[in-house]
């Protein structure tokens, strides 16, 4: 039972969380929240970011120099050692002398073994006299010799010999067993070169080769880099050498960069297949040594150094968020007390007074709304119900007083004509009349359309055709736009029957009623226009006096047409319809009524 009630308190309170609002809130929260600490810790990270990097650049271009003469000076030793056969005449003297060539070369075995105790790098040795064609091979164990004159067509050969100093540096290779010795070598070499040339005629006396293991300059390289960085050492020939970590792609982009054409030592940043690196280079004496690191290197490290500052954050946010959740749990409590007492007010239940035991902003919240249900409740029962009712009854009496003054001329006009028609024209009359009076004790609170209305007096006119004559001429403006929008009931008719009231003076002058019905900005225009006697300059100013303050009283039967229009067009627009009526005695009235678009209803 225990565990029962727990889970349903649990529900309770998670409940909170299927309202949209306090998921907002939470939302909102959450972004306030996260999105400073989020924009710190990115300034952060891409500071120390920047930082590490310009630490590890200047701080690796001094170990890359170091670095590089190290290298410099191993690759000077080997040179040195290659061209000591030109400090040996009785070398040269053989390599000359082609008859005696074999016999003497073998007196110079010391002297080409000895050069492996001037550098201990050295792995083994090549040398190849051009005369005989013999080529020697030389080792710490081992040493062999053979006619091998194809060895001059060998790539290494031949850049050899044609280089501008007589010096060539092979790239890292296998280990080629030209003679026939059976050495096994797994291991990569590099080889530097070098051509003996008698100095007076050109001519290529031999080449002699070093050969050096990988090794040797990977132990070199180790000095100064770790394994997440790459080397890339280039021969003076643009050739690899030597390359730890760096693929071809970053080789090529290397190889294209400007910065690197000039020949300065520097550093500079490439893009690769998506991924950054920082390369810093330095150039030895027609050698290239690049250093590359990923940038995923530094951003490893920047992260690791804002992770303390990332940690407080989160356990700082954590505790913001549980007050939150509280405050956002409050405040959902209040929301529903008022959501249910709205609830009460949407059904006519004002009698409600709600409370709340703090003292801040909530309670004057409460307050409020408690004085705002009861000011509604005596608004309503007080005056809101009697000026509805007032308002009702007001446009009723005005539609009901027009309709017995129109039913009394028609009915004069009928009997009129009547004495001086046959049945057909009675027929047709009647008909018109009995159109009229269906459409006049229609629902009188209705709104109809402008189509329907002018219908309405079309009808109306037709019966006053019988009583003027080729007198009487009708013309209609109307826009298709406008037809549908909704008027009051019998607003028009009163205003035609008063242009038929206010006939011209003169008798042989054609009373012209012209209907306008257009739409002007987002209002319906429509306007009533004749050419008949006008009204004075002191019932125009009496009538606009009326239409400007609806207190002043319009004392005149003569205009109780346009007074009712005027009064039941404020009944239903209030201030959003406007009424215009301009004159001239004896040149006729003009009636313009501006109404708001798309009114459905009174």
Not at 329 to 334: D, E, F, G, P, V
Not at 539 to 561: A, Q, T, V, W
Request: glycine share 4%.
């Amino acid at each position: 039972m225990k565990l029962k009630k727990i889970i349903k308190k649990l529900g309770c309170k998670l409940s909170i969380f299927k309202n949209k609002l306090i998921i907002k809130a939470i939302v909102i929260f959450l972004l306030i929240s996260i999105i400073p600490v989020g924009i710190f810790s990115y300034i952060t990270y891409k500071s120390s970011l920047n930082i590490l990097i310009d630490e590890y650049i200047s701080s690796n271009q001094k170990t890359l120099i170091q670095g590089s003469k190290v290298i410099e000076n191993h690759f000077q030793q080997l040179k040195d050692i290659s061209i000591s056969p030109y400090k040996k005449m009785s070398f040269l003297l053989n390599l000359a002398d082609v008859e005696s060539q074999f016999v003497k070369m073998s007196y110079n075995d010391n002297f080409l073994k000895d050069m492996f105790f001037y550098n201990d790098a050295i792995e083994s040795i090549y040398f190849y006299a051009t005369r005989s064609g013999i080529l020697y091979y030389y080792s710490r164990r081992y040493s062999g010799y053979q006619l091998f004159r194809e060895v001059e067509n060998e790539p290494w050969y031949q850049k050899t010999i044609n280089a501008e100093n007589g010096q060539y540096i092979s790239p890292l290779h296998n280990f080629v067993d030209y003679v026939g010795v059976h050495v096994t070598q797994d291991k990569p070499i590099y080889s530097v070169n070098q051509s003996i040339i008698n100095i007076e005629t050109k001519e290529v006396l031999g080449v002699i080769s070093l050969n050096v293991l990988e090794d040797v300059i990977s132990d070199f390289t180790r000095s100064f880099r770790d394994e997440n960085e790459g080397i890339l050492i280039l021969t003076p020939d643009g050739e690899i050498l030597y390359s730890y970590k760096v693929s071809n792609e970053i080789f090529e982009s290397i190889q294209l960069n400007e910065q690197i054409a000039a020949k300065m030592n520097g550093f500079l940043e490439i893009e690769v297949l998506d991924n950054k690196y920082i390369v810093i280079y330095s150039f030895l004496k027609n050698m290239f040594l690049a250093k590359v690191i990923s940038y995923k290197q530094f951003e490893k490290k920047a992260i690791l150094s804002i992770g303390g500052i990332l940690k407080s954050s989160a356990l700082i946010f954590f505790l913001i968020l549980l007050f939150s959740i509280a405050v956002i749990i409050k405040l959902n409590s209040l929301i529903r007390m008022v959501e249910a007492n709205m609830e009460r007010i949407s059904e006519g239940k004002f009698d409600i007074k709600m409370s709340y035991n703090g003292n801040d902003e909530l309670k004057r919240f409460i307050n409020n709304f408690n004085d705002m249900a009861q000011k509604i409740n005596h608004l309503i029962n007080s005056e809101y119900k009697s000026k509805i009712a007032l308002k009702n009854a007001q446009i009723m009496a005005l539609q009901t007083q027009i309709n017995p003054h129109f039913m009394y001329n028609s009915l004069q006009v009928v009997s009129t004509f009547a004495l001086r028609s046959d049945s057909m024209e009675i027929y047709r009359m009647l008909n018109a009349i009995s159109n009229l009076l269906k459409y006049s004790l229609g629902k009188k609170d209705s709104m109809v359309s402008i189509e329907t209305e002018i219908e309405y007096i079309q009808n109306y006119l037709h019966v006053q055709e019988a009583r003027f004559g080729k007198e009487l001429n009708i013309d209609f403006d109307l826009d298709d736009e406008v037809l549908e929008e909704k008027i009051p009931r019998l607003i028009l008719q009163p205003l035609v029957e008063n242009c038929l009231l206010h006939q011209p003076l003169e008798n042989n002058t054609i009373n012209t009623i012209r209907v306008e019905a257009k739409k002007e900005d987002e209002c319906c225009k429509i306007v009533v226009q004749d050419n008949g006697q006008g009204i004075n300059a002191a019932m125009l100013e009496k009538i606009n006096s009326f239409i400007n303050d609806e207190d002043y009283l319009l004392d005149d039967d003569d205009h109780i047409g346009l007074h009712n229009v005027i009064s039941r067009i404020r009944l239903v627009y209030n201030d959003h319809a406007i009424v215009n009526v301009t004159s001239k005695p004896g040149r006729g009235t003009k009636i313009a009524i501006m109404i708001p678009v798309g009114t459905k209803n009174v």
